[in-house]
């Protein structure tokens, strides 16, 4: 059930494909699922429909996105019974789910994946790009990347993409997927990370245009420009460049020691505080006393 990396089972499947074949933790993750009746959930990546009817079972409607053509084919000819499930054969990286709300007239949506490992962080910038529609996501990843979304201030995990999904959201892992659970079975562990999508900084996090381009091709200097989010976001990753390093020797080449000293001083914070020890609050006042 890989996103974009399915293929029929007589092909041998590609780097990063691993479809949920174990019944049992299909049913146990859609019960973990807190989904509404009335639902539009976008499913990341169907596949073989692992999961797509049981999304269904609990939700309005569901939107199945699915990049390979062959198994979109398949899964509209199965699943061709079942008026409530649309097959969209598209790239998530350049879908636009607000535009999916307004066709369906829901106001937000709930969003489903069981994601690559290669490429997660592309499509959660993609999703976290449309938070204002998106009302809640239970996503499949990386045991070690879910705990680097979770992460609390001052724990090894902790970094630039704990903040990133903490500015969008409130996320906590639910449930440990082992290896067998999957065909062919990873490696690594997996864990399914809920996401309620209650931004910690609401003002920062609003509704916008977002580019067709995927994400991990675009350059986004006109987003950052005008994006307060993106500007924070654009502030945090340089306050994490080299973790071993503090905060005045990782803005060194941005500001001058002596105001990030006196910005430092002001949040009561001591000169050789490192990034990994700022909860969101105090990345948010340090980096609105250096703008």
């Known amino acids: 059930m890989r996103y974009n990396l399915a293929v029929p089972r007589t092909r041998r499947p590609k ?11 299909r049913r146990r993750i859609a019960e973990a699922l807190h989904l509404r009746a009335d639902d539009l959930v976008i499913e990341i990546g169907a596949g073989r429909g692992a999961m797509t009817e049981l999304l269904a079972a609990r939700a309005g409607r ?7 053509p062959v198994l979109a084919a398949s899964l509209r000819e199965k699943l061709k019974a079942t008026p409530q499930i649309e097959i969209l054969q598209a790239d998530i990286l350049t879908t636009d789910l607000a535009a999916l709300c307004r066709e369906h007239e829901a106001e937000k949506c709930f969003v489903f994946g069981n994601l690559p490992y290669y490429i997660t962080s592309p ?7 449309f938070a204002p529609w998106i009302r809640a996501m239970a996503l499949l990843v990386q045991r070690e990347v879910a705990g680097r979304l979770t992460a609390l201030t001052g724990r090894r995990a902790y970094g630039y993409l704990s903040v990133r999904t903490q500015l969008y959201s409130r996320p906590r892992v639910v449930l440990g997927v082992p290896p067998g659970a999957f ?15 209650i931004p910690q ?26 994006d307060p989010a993106a500007r924070f976001l654009d502030f945090v990753k340089c306050c994490f460049a080299q973790k071993r390093k ?15 000293e006196q910005a430092l001083a002001a949040l009561g914070l001591p000169p050789n505080t490192r990034a990994e020890q700022l909860a969101l609050s105090q990345f948010a006042g340090l980096f609105e006393r250096l703008s």
Do not use: C, T
């Open 246 to 260: 503090n905060l005045l020797n990782n803005l060194a080449g941005i500001y001058s020691r002596e105001r990030v």
């Open 62 to 68: 569901v939107i199945a996105v699915e990049l390979d």
């Open 183 to 197: 065909s062919p079975p990873p490696k690594i562990h997996s864990a399914l990370v809920d996401f309620q999508m």
């Open 201 to 226: 900084l609401p003002e920062w996090v609003r509704e916008r245009e977002v580019s067709p381009i995927p994400a991990r091709q675009a350059a986004h200097p006109r987003e950052i420009a005008f």
């Open 123 to 129: 499509i959660l910038h993609r999703l976290f790009a």
């Open 15 to 25: 780097l990063g494909q691993h479809f949920l074949a174990s019944a049992a933790y």
